[in-house]
């Protein structure tokens, strides 16, 4: 369909189905380079998330093929008369339908042959930085940064997620408590506002904007560019799990691991994980094929009769030229530490290899039709405080024995994360990152259920409300407004909201985060 037509329909389909009355001229003056489809299987991809709870149809999809074609779409948005939205859909690897709108259009960010002619992903090997596209996934911009010896230094379990995907939320893992988040790690971004205007910001340029979008649920401005500090890349892993029955004793060690932040790198680890084992039968789960298949570990045979055992999963870095020490710098860490003296599990791996382990279990699930189900997720930020009283009422109370999915626990320490950024984590110095990553079957068994789980993420969630324990939820859910204001606080919700005012003042963006409720359109 010609592109004026194309638009037409849309704006047809506009008002048809939401029955707003548009001034249609603000749109048919759109001229985009990329793509505008209108396609269904472009519709139903745009509808749908890794969550598979929610489903909502945008009018058209654009496919844009540079930041400029963003920018027009958001500017002819902002300037129609009625509440047009405007969603950036990064790898759609929401839970609940953040990157869905039914009453505007989704921008699939995925990087399409039009933004690669830009010549991203670009390193600069002096400055060691990468300029990624902000629909880029993090598996490509790791390869091509290896192709220059360089890596980003702090991570996602898993890499098919986009950067302006991850950056809009945080992006942590085991590295966080040494190297922060990802958006500890960014130099500076282009972002679209919701007025449509294109531009660079960074610590020292508009920098109010910069602070907002990152963590900022897309509330504020679309990332299309994304400047990320880069290291030398190490070239191989040492991947070890050692187990506790005893969380105090786990927990104890695994703050002791992250103090360490401020040594040298041969006297700390490069990641610190952890995770909660409730299941009976064998030490296994969907986020890796670490213990193997022929070896298997019976939980029992560490003699906790039924109890809950907890895994705390550390790595070393070390290149090829430097491998002679590092069995010394590893055993002398481990040394200090309480586990089960029987449970050390051991691998080495290319680094590539181990940073992309997720995908492998990924393919795995995929292959017994185990991916495309629902998930509902529930991932908090625990105050250090009260991790045991959350272990005693969760882990070993709510939970009982089947979890549906792997359960992380790791701690992280504040100081590494920035206060003018959106994003909110507990008033402590440290605390715990507490994700349980279900997966809802349709197996006849009730405690698989989508609905058993739901119910259970509710029951937790109350349990902390009930005991005082001021959780924070990491990539946030709310339908309240009331629930915004608090899960912000009152600071930080007044600057969450001038913020909005400032940068997308039609309140045009990332609808499906349900924070602010559209000016004119009938539903979220
Ligand atoms: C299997 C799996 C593993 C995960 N592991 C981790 C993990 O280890 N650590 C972690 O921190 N998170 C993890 N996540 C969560 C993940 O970081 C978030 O779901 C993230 O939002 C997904 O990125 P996406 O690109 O798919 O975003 P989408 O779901 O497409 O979008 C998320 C939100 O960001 C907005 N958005 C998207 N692109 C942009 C942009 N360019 N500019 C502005 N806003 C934008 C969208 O509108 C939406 O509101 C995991 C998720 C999955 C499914
Ligand atoms: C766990 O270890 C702590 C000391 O580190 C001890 O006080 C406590 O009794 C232990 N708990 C159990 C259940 O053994
Ligand atoms: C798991 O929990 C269920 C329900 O509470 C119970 O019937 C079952 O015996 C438990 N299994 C084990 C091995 O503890």
Same mark, same amino acid.
């Given at each position: 369909?010609?592109?004026?037509?194309?638009?037409?329909?849309? %704006?047809?389909?506009?008002?048809?189905?939401?029955?707003?009355?548009?001034?249609?001229?603000?749109?048919? *003056?759109?001229?985009?380079?990329?793509?505008?489809?209108?396609?269904?299987?472009?519709?139903?991809?745009?509808?749908?998330?890794?969550?598979?709870?929610?489903?909502?149809?945008?009018? @058209?999809?654009?496919?844009?093929?540079?930041?400029?074609?963003?920018?027009?779409?958001?500017?002819?948005?902002?300037?129609?008369?009625?509440?047009?939205?405007?969603?950036?859909?990064?790898?759609?690897?929401?839970?609940?339908?953040?990157?869905?709108?039914?009453?505007? !259009?989704? %921008?699939?960010?995925?990087?399409?042959?039009? !933004?690669? &002619?830009?010549?991203? #992903?670009?390193?600069?090997?002096? $400055?060691?930085?990468?300029?990624?596209?902000?629909?880029?996934?993090?598996?490509?911009?790791?390869?091509?940064?290896?192709?220059?010896?360089?890596?980003?230094?702090?991570?996602?379990?898993?890499?098919?997620?986009?950067?302006?995907?991850?950056?809009?939320?945080?992006?942590?893992?085991?590295?966080?408590?040494?190297?922060?988040?990802?958006?500890?790690?960014?130099?500076?971004?282009?972002?679209?506002?919701?007025?449509?205007?294109?531009?660079?910001?960074?610590?020292? &340029?508009?920098?109010?904007?910069?602070?907002?979008?990152?963590?900022?649920?897309? &509330?504020?401005?679309?990332?299309?560019?994304?400047? =990320?500090?880069?290291?030398?890349?190490?070239?191989? !892993?040492?991947? =070890?799990?050692?187990?506790?029955?005893?969380?105090?004793?786990?927990?104890?060690?695994?703050?002791?691991?992250?103090?360490?932040?401020?040594?040298?790198?041969?006297?700390?680890?490069?990641?610190?994980?952890?995770?909660? =084992?409730?299941?009976?039968?064998?030490?296994?789960?969907?986020?890796? $094929?670490?213990?193997?298949?022929?070896? #298997?570990?019976?939980?029992?045979?560490?003699?906790?009769?039924?109890?809950?055992?907890?895994?705390?999963?550390?790595?070393?870095?070390?290149?090829?030229?430097?491998?002679?020490?590092?069995?010394?710098?590893?055993? @002398?860490?481990?040394?200090?530490?309480?586990? %089960?003296?029987?449970?050390?599990?051991?691998?080495?791996?290319?680094?590539?290899?181990?940073?992309?382990?997720?995908?492998?279990?990924?393919?795995?699930?995929?292959?017994?039709?185990?991916?495309?189900?629902?998930?509902?997720?529930?991932?908090?930020?625990?105050?250090? $405080?009260?991790?045991?009283?959350?272990?005693?009422?969760?882990?070993?109370?709510?939970?009982?024995?089947?979890?549906?999915? #792997?359960?992380?626990?790791?701690?992280?320490?504040?100081?590494?994360?920035?206060?003018?950024? $959106?994003? !909110?984590?507990?008033?402590?110095?440290?605390?715990?990152?507490?994700?349980?990553? *279900?997966? @809802?079957?349709?197996?006849?068994?009730?405690?698989?259920?989508?609905?058993?789980?739901?119910?259970?993420? +509710?029951?937790?969630? +109350?349990?902390?409300?009930?005991?005082?324990?001021?959780?924070?939820?990491?990539?946030?859910?709310?339908?309240?407004?009331?629930?915004?204001?608090?899960?912000?606080?009152?600071?930080?919700?007044?600057?969450?909201?001038?913020?909005?005012?400032?940068?997308?003042?039609?309140? %045009?963006? @990332?609808?499906? &985060?349900?924070?602010?409720?559209?000016?004119?359109?009938?539903?979220?």
């Amino acid at each position: 369909m010609a592109p004026k037509l194309l638009l037409t329909f849309v %704006i047809y389909r506009l008002i048809s189905t939401v029955g707003l009355t548009l001034d249609p001229t603000d749109l048919l *003056r759109l001229e985009v380079d990329g793509h505008l489809s209108v396609d269904p299987s472009d519709v139903k991809t745009a509808s749908v998330d890794f969550g598979m709870m929610n489903r909502a149809e945008p009018l @058209a999809v654009l496919h844009p093929s540079s930041a400029e074609d963003v920018a027009r779409l958001v500017g002819a948005a902002y300037g129609s008369a009625h509440g047009l939205s405007v969603s950036a859909r990064g790898h759609g690897h929401s839970i609940n339908g953040q990157a869905q709108t039914s009453s505007g !259009v989704v %921008i699939e960010m995925s990087a399409s042959k039009g !933004v690669r &002619q830009w010549g991203l #992903p670009r390193v600069s090997e002096q $400055s060691r930085y990468v300029d990624a596209w902000g629909g880029e996934l993090w598996i490509d911009v790791l390869k091509t940064t290896l192709e220059h010896g360089l890596a980003p230094k702090s991570w996602t379990d898993y890499l098919y997620l986009s950067v302006g995907g991850t950056l809009s939320n945080a992006g942590i893992s085991g590295q966080a408590f040494n190297h922060g988040p990802q958006i500890s790690n960014v130099y500076e971004l282009d972002v679209v506002t919701g007025k449509g205007e294109l531009l660079t910001c960074s610590e020292e &340029q508009n920098s109010e904007l910069f602070h907002a979008v990152l963590g900022g649920l897309g &509330q504020f401005g679309i990332i299309t560019r994304a400047r =990320i500090g880069l290291e030398p890349a190490p070239q191989r !892993v040492r991947w =070890i799990r050692v187990l506790y029955s005893n969380f105090s004793t786990f927990t104890k060690d695994q703050e002791y691991l992250i103090s360490l932040h401020g040594q040298p790198p041969n006297q700390k680890f490069d990641y610190v994980e952890g995770f909660v =084992i409730v299941d009976e039968g064998l030490i296994n789960n969907w986020r890796s $094929s670490f213990f193997s298949p022929r070896n #298997p570990v019976k939980i029992s045979s560490f003699g906790t009769n039924g109890g809950v055992l907890y895994c705390l999963e550390i790595t070393k870095n070390y290149h090829e030229s430097t491998a002679d020490t590092i069995d010394q710098d590893v055993e @002398a860490l481990l040394k200090r530490l309480d586990f %089960i003296p029987s449970s050390v599990f051991t691998t080495d791996l290319p680094y590539v290899d181990f940073l992309d382990r997720v995908h492998k279990a990924e393919l795995k699930l995929r292959s017994k039709g185990l991916w495309d189900v629902p998930h509902p997720w529930l991932n908090l930020f625990v105050p250090r $405080s009260r991790i045991a009283d959350f272990d005693e009422g969760v882990f070993k109370g709510i939970l009982g024995n089947k979890t549906s999915g #792997p359960i992380l626990i790791y701690p992280m320490n504040k100081n590494k994360w920035d206060d003018r950024t $959106s994003v !909110v984590t507990p008033e402590e110095d440290v605390f715990y990152l507490v994700a349980l990553l *279900r997966s @809802a079957l349709d197996s006849g068994d009730e405690a698989q259920s989508l609905e058993y789980l739901s119910n259970q993420n +509710r029951q937790i969630l +109350r349990f902390c409300d009930d005991a005082g324990i001021k959780v924070k939820q990491y990539l946030p859910h709310y339908t309240t407004q009331e629930d915004w204001v608090d899960h912000f606080g009152d600071d930080k919700w007044t600057l969450f909201s001038k913020r909005k005012m400032d940068f997308d003042p039609r309140r %045009i963006l @990332a609808t499906g &985060q349900r924070i602010f409720k559209p000016m004119a359109a009938s539903s979220w």
